[in-house]
Structures are given as C-alpha cells and as structure tokens.
C-alpha cells in the first residue's frame, strides 16, 4: 500500500501528520522487526507500538536541536526522530556524540532536519532541510526504484546516514514499509534473516554497499537469497562483482548513486548487469541533471536541500534555491549518467567519505609529528575503492607503531591510514603549502618502481 502525498510538506508538523495517517492505515501490522543473535523469537514492534512508546515520550521544545546516534538502536531513533515531528524540533542524526552541536544558532525557515558530513573542505559540514525536501527524496526513491511495501527493508547500514535514513527511515514512517533489524550485517546473521524470510514465504528490500555486497557473495549468502531488490550505493560498485553476483545467484544489484546535499541522483534500473563501470544510471524521478562549465554534475529538483549551515563562500554557493554543483565530472550522454572523474579531494573508502584534513588535524596533535600530508590512492580491492596514505615528517625515533596507537585515540578504525609513508623531507613550500597532488603522484610512482622490482626479482 503506497500512502504517498504532495510536495506541500514545509515542516515537522505535516511530516507528523504524514506518520499519524500511515499509523492509521497500518496499525497493528508490523513495523519494526528486531532479530536476535541467539536465534530466539524477534522482538516486533507494530505500528501501533511505535505511537504507544511515542505517547509517553516527554515534550521536547519547539526549536530544539534533537540528536540521534546510530548506536542507540533503530526502535529508538525511530521515536527520536517521531518526537522531533511531533513537538517541531530539529533532527540531527549523527554517527556518534562527538558530532553533537550545542547551539544551533539561526537556521533557515522551516528546518527541520540537519545531516552532518565530512566535506573535502577538512571539517564537518551541516546541511539543512525542509520537510518538503525530505519527503520528495522518499518518494523519488519509492518511485524511481519501484519498491514493493510488502517486502522489507532489511537494514545493513546506518539509518543515520544520508543513505539510510532516506532508504530506510522515511519509506517506513511516510509510507509504511517495514523494516527488519538484523543483529548486525555480518553474513551469518544476514543469512539467518533470509532463513526466516524464506519461512514466511516474503522477499526483503537490501540497501547496502558495495564492500557488504562482496562479503556476502564470498560467504556464500546471496544464493536463492529472497530478495526483491538489491540497491548498492555509498561507492561505486565494482562490475566485476555484479557480474559475478548475476551470474552465480541470478540476483540483480542496482547502482544507486546520490550525495548527502540532495538525496538520490540517479539509479540503474537495468534488469542485467552493467557493460560500464563509469555508468550509474539514470536521472530519479523529479530530478534534472546537467553540466556546468567545467563539466561538474548539478542537480535541480525538489529534493536539493536549502543550504550549508557554516560553510564558506566557496563551498556555499554550491547548494541551494534548488540546486546542488556536485564535484563529480560526468557525461549525459544518451540519458544516462557516468562519472568520469572528480574535482575533490575527499577520499571514498568503501563508500564513506573521509576528509584528508580531519585525519591531518589528527596526527598534528601527536608528538612530534612536524609535517603530515593524508590523501587517497586506488585500492587493489575494488569494493575498498581507495586506501589512506598518511605522508608523515616525524622525529625518526618514533615508530609507525606509536603513530597508529595515537591516532586510535583520535580517530576511528575507519578512517585509519592502510599506508604510512615516513617523509623527513615533507616540508611546505616557498608558499606555505604542502601540495598534495604531487606527493601523492610520487607515492605512486615509488609504489610502481617496487611493484616492477619485485616482477624483475
């Protein structure tokens, strides 16, 4: 059952309405399915349930900025994220508390929600959203990839990020798809839901990335897997393995490709594999793509958020009055989208986007640590996409082992460098700058002379 509705939403009160007409049409139906690991009956959450929790919620005020971290569990970011529709404050999903933002300051009319990301600018970016925004990206999704809302989200990732919470998070509260809760993403307790699927005779929907799409193909998983469709977003997913998925399961993946700043872009809807690895689709429904000067990719359409909350003048007039200039070089031609390249710096490992500086800013707090310079290089995995290289000019009697020790502390698992690249000679130039294109050309140099001795040995 698709409960859609107009673009007329503007703010929390009329997404509210939108979840008290889904509740009413839904009711005692299932919502939320929470699997356990140890095999034992779920813990259901009916629609029902959901609004009975939320009715003993406290008030929270109008304004507010209300935080939800994904490690609080999705029964309660869904209450979360229901109270700051119901009481009209701002939803700030966030990964951990360490993104938490005491004051807000002064927003833009009609805010509703804040997605917070890592920008290639070096430091967090906050974007704001409208209701109506939101909504059109929920709907853009149902409808570009022909969702059915009997088969349910199964979910993989993160409902905190971009992707998630508009894969995930608003189908359910706006339309009513469900969402089954695995223990975590691991093979093991993904093939345990299917299992269970199977013996209710339903077909879940998958959102996932490419890295989780190629350990359940190793694992064996994906084999008459009861899945009705198969969505891979977050980094480009690697034709190899879609080919190899298709050709060993039958099962379909389909690229999707969209950015924090406007929700989904473009999605492959192809029922066989791609040919091209540079393709990802084609335009979602409501959206309009087209090129500016420099051939950077800009995306017109109802879902484009209202603008970067602190950003700078550069990064700033990329976003907004329904428009967002992404960095991503691309080609249009035929009515599809391919990406050809990119003007940032951000590095893609695995499909989360890690600022070089946020990482830079990390080691400059570790002793002795004179100079460093963080960039990205091309993984041999192609569902790693790409690997960290920290370039570091250090006192040499401190070991790489110390240097991984203290960036734990700083930083996490994810965003740890694979490679560390000890320069005593990494020192600014006449400028004052460290150019990071040139280091990184000669790390891959160096890295290609060793390759070729080693092929020589």
Known sequence: MNLSFDGRIVGPMQLFD???RTRQARGTALAVRCLRADGSLPEDWTFDDLQRHLDARPVVAAGEGLPVTAGQGVPELLLTVLTAWRDGAVLMPLESTDGVIERLGHLPPDTVHIKTTSGSTGRPQRIAFTGAQLAADARAILATMALDLGAPNLVAISATH?????????????HGMPLWVPPSPLPAAVRAAFDLARQEQLRLTLPAVPALWRSWHQAGVLAEAPVATAISAGAPMPLELECQIFEQTGLKVHNFYGSSECGGIAYDDSPQPRTDAHLVGRAMAGVTLDLDPDGCLRVSGAAVAQGYLDAGPAV???LGAGSFLTTDLADLSGGEVRLIGRQTECINVAGRKISPAEIEHALLRLPLVQHCLVFGVPSHDPARVEEIVACVNVDPRVPV???RRGLAAHLPTWQQPRHWWMRPDLVPDARGKLP???WRLQFLAEEAEARGLMGRA
């Open 162 to 174: 971009s992707y998630g919470f508009s894969n995930l998070v608003l189908p359910l509260l706006l």
């Open 18 to 20: 939108q979840w008290q």
């Open 436 to 438: 990071r294109s040139r």
């Open 401 to 403: 082992e110390e240097l």
């Open 316 to 318: 700033a007039q990329r």
